[in-house]
C-alpha cells in the first residue's frame, strides 16, 4: 500500500514552545487529515482538510494541504502538558462500497517538559 | 457521543491459539475498520467492512479473518496466533465518507 512518512519520529519540547510536523507521500491525495492519539486511546480527528493550499486552524493548531498535495504540515503554538501523545496523519486511497480505505502516516511522538 | 467498544484492553495469548477480538459500535455505522498500530509504522489497515457480511482487505490481512454478521460489530480472528502478530490491534467505525471514530485498542502479547 501507500506510504505516509512523518518527521520527526518524535519530539521533547517544552511547555510554551511551537511544534512544527509534516506528512510527505509519494501519491497525490485530494484529503489530508490529521488525528491525535492520546496514551492509552484511540485516535481522535483534529483537522480536516480538502483543497490544496488550505490552512485551516483548530485553536491552538493550524494544519497545511501542500500545494503539489503529496504533503501536508501541522503547527502547534504554545504547547501545554496536555499536547502530549502521537499525532498522526491520514488520507483517504480508494473507496470501496461506502468505504474510504485511510492511510494513517507513521507518527509523531511529542513529549512536553515543564 | 459515538461509543466504539473493543472487548478486552490486554490479552495474552500462545502461539497457534485462535484468537478472537471484538469490537461493537453503538452508532449504527455503515463502515468498520481493523487496524494495528506498531512503534515506527503508524497505523496499518488490516481488513474493512462496508456493510453486514461484506469484507474487504486491507493493506496486511495476512494471517487474519474477519466476520460482520450484525451491523454492529465487527470481529478480528487469528487463526493461529504467532509471535510477530504481537500488537496494539485498533478498531474504529464511520458514516459513508465521515471521520473514523475509534476504539481505545487491545494490546495483544502472543508468546
Known amino acids: 500500500g501507500q506510504q505516509l512518512n512523518q518527521s520527526p519520529q518524535s519530539m521533547f519540547i517544552q511547555e510554551g514552545e511551537d511544534v512544527s510536523m509534516n506528512c510527505t507521500s509519494s501519491?497525490?491525495?485530494?484529503?489530508w487529515l490529521w488525528y491525535k492519539q492520546d496514551p492509552g486511546e484511540g485516535p481522535v480527528l483534529l483537522i480536516a482538510?480538502?483543497?490544496?493550499?488550505e490552512l485551516t486552524s483548530n485553536g491552538r493548531l493550524t494544519a497545511q494541504f501542500g500545494i503539489t498535495r503529496k504533503d501536508s504540515f501541522l503547527n502547534i503554538s504554545a504547547s501545554i502538558p496536555s499536547d502530549v501523545g502521537i499525532y498522526f496523519c491520514?488520507?483517504?486511497?480508494?473507496?470501496?462500497?461506502?468505504?474510504?480505505?485511510?492511510?494513517f502516516g507513521t507518527g509523531t511522538r511529542l513529549q512536553v517538559t515543564l | 457521543d459515538v461509543k466504539v467498544t473493543q472487548s478486552s484492553r490486554y490479552l495474552v495469548k500462545r502461539t497457534g491459539e485462535k484468537v478472537f477480538l471484538e469490537c461493537v459500535q453503538d452508532?449504527?455505522?455503515?463502515?468498520m475498520f481493523w487496524y494495528r498500530q506498531d512503534p515506527g509504522l503508524g497505523l496499518r489497515l488490516i481488513y474493512f467492512?462496508?456493510?453486514?457480511?461484506?469484507?474487504e482487505k486491507g493493506d496486511i490481512p495476512e494471517g487474519y479473518s474477519v466476520s460482520r454478521e450484525k451491523k454492529e460489530r465487527f470481529s478480528l480472528i487469528l487463526e493461529s496466533a504467532s509471535t510477530n502478530q504481537t500488537s496494539m490491534y485498533l478498531c474504529?467505525?464511520?458514516?459513508?465518507?465521515?471521520?473514523?471514530?475509534f476504539g481505545n485498542g487491545t494490546r495483544l502479547t502472543v508468546t
Open positions: 474504529a467505525s464511520s458514516l459513508v465518507r465521515s471521520p473514523l471514530h
Open positions: 501519491s497525490i491525495f485530494n484529503t
Open positions: 482538510l480538502y483543497k490544496a493550499g
Open positions: 491520514a488520507g483517504p486511497q480508494i473507496t470501496t462500497g461506502t468505504a474510504s480505505k485511510l492511510t
Open positions: 452508532m449504527d455505522h455503515e463502515n
Open positions: 467492512s462496508y456493510d453486514v457480511k461484506m469484507k
